[in-house]
């Protein structure tokens, strides 16, 4: 509700594509800049601990967006700083909530599931949030929405304290920060799969994801709607990715996930494409739910990947490199976005991103091959292969690579 809200807010005060771009580049800088270091603390501190403040924090972030807005004194400037502070505490939140859900999973083989449900509830409320957003807004302004969000934080609050977690028995890193930097950064460019994964994260937030802050452009310049437009367009990505993520869900292993990250975006890609040409608002619906579906399956089973195979020491550096492909790479996004959007327009804009998503797909699918021969001694140390692990497998089931 509140990022439908706050790019309504924006563009009803400006009325500029380059200042959608502006306000989520502020917003989602600092998480670029930070998460590196933010990915070595995690690795230190209390997780849970951590992920309380953040959402204190939030929480307050939330409220004083919703009380200048209610008040009728807010302006950009106002927007932009309450985005940057909202950056940075996502720089913290977002690697320590991916790492805290291994903490609350005893059995890594229930990983891919848990990551799968956990973006359910996720798009749940990705399904209602922009609905519910176009609604309030059309009745009542933005405001609501941010307080909505703001009281919101009470229950996730709640939930953290009621929490009751065996003590880890992780090793927490003792040496320096640079040197704990170094080694992450070694571990994530190093190992191909990971790498690979990472690389394709990055490019779809950079060239893909941005399409999301030029949908009040198409709501209504293309469409011709409104704020409920809006809501409408928004709930059906929320309802491709919901689908996707039940879809994962249902999976028993991590295996052939690989082929599922290259489908994905490919299906993203191509989604965008035919999105930006449609002006009529039931094919624009369809479009977008499948946008959703194919992003979403792609970044939850790229998420999977990495969180199964990183090392628990590491894996708050890991995810910090992921929240900085998947997030980080996003206010550059943002900023290419709404400038590309002024000077060529909001649907040639999508149509690049898109194609860009298609050529990344196919990049990843050139990469395979070597990802599965790289990942094949790690799921056999981790049973994932359990025959191969007994002693149980053939020759000829050692030499083929896994279906990842």
Request: charged share 10%.
């Amino acid at each position: 509700m509140t990022r439908i809200a706050t790019s309504w807010l924006v563009y009803r005060l400006s009325g500029s594509t380059l200042m959608l771009g502006l306000v989520g580049f502020a917003g989602q800088l600092p998480t670029f800049l930070l998460a590196p270091f933010a990915g070595v603390w995690v690795d230190r501190w209390n997780r849970h601990r951590l992920l309380i403040a953040t959402q204190i924090l939030a929480m307050v972030q939330s409220l004083a967006l919703a009380a200048l807005a209610l008040a009728g004194i807010i302006t950009i400037p106002e927007i932009l700083a309450l985005s940057v502070f909202q950056g940075l505490i996502n720089a913290f939140d977002m690697p320590g909530r991916q790492t805290f859900l291994i903490e609350m999973v005893e059995d890594r083989a229930d990983l891919g599931n848990a990551i799968a449900l956990n973006s359910s509830m996720v798009n749940m409320a990705r399904l209602l949030g922009p609905s519910l957003a176009g609604i309030i807004i059309a009745a009542v302004g933005e405001g609501y929405c941010f307080l909505i969000d703001g009281l919101s934080y009470i229950a996730v609050i709640a939930s953290l304290l009621a929490m009751r977690l065996k003590p880890s028995t992780e090793k927490r890193a003792t040496r320096p920060m640079l040197t704990e930097l170094r080694d992450g950064w070694q571990y994530v460019t190093r190992f191909a799969p990971i790498r690979s994964i990472l690389l394709l994260l990055a490019l779809i937030s950079l060239v893909g994801m941005p399409y999301t802050i030029l949908m009040p452009v198409f709501a209504v310049k293309v469409l011709g709607g409104g704020a409920h437009t809006l809501g409408f367009l928004m709930a059906a990505v929320g309802t491709g990715a919901l689908a996707a993520a039940l879809r994962l869900a249902t999976r028993k292993s991590v295996l052939g996930l690989g082929r599922v990250v290259v489908a994905s975006a490919a299906i993203f890609g191509l989604g965008l494409i035919a999105f930006a040409f449609s002006h009529v608002l039931w094919l624009s619906l369809l479009l977008l739910f499948a946008a959703g579906f194919g992003v979403m399956q792609q970044m939850a089973a790229s998420n999977t990947i990495v969180q199964t195979v990183v090392s628990g020491e590491k894996r708050g550096r890991v995810m910090s490199y992921y929240v900085m492909a998947f997030t980080g790479m996003a206010p550059f996004g943002s900023l290419l976005a709404g400038s590309a959007a002024h000077y060529l327009g909001a649907p040639a804009t999508v149509v690049l991103g898109g194609s860009f998503c298609v050529l990344g797909a196919a990049w990843f699918h050139s990469q395979l091959k070597g990802i599965r021969a790289l990942l094949r001694p790690v799921y056999i140390e981790l049973g994932i292969l359990p025959e191969i692990a007994a002693g149980l497998g053939t020759a000829s089931d050692l030499q083929s690579p896994p279906e990842n």
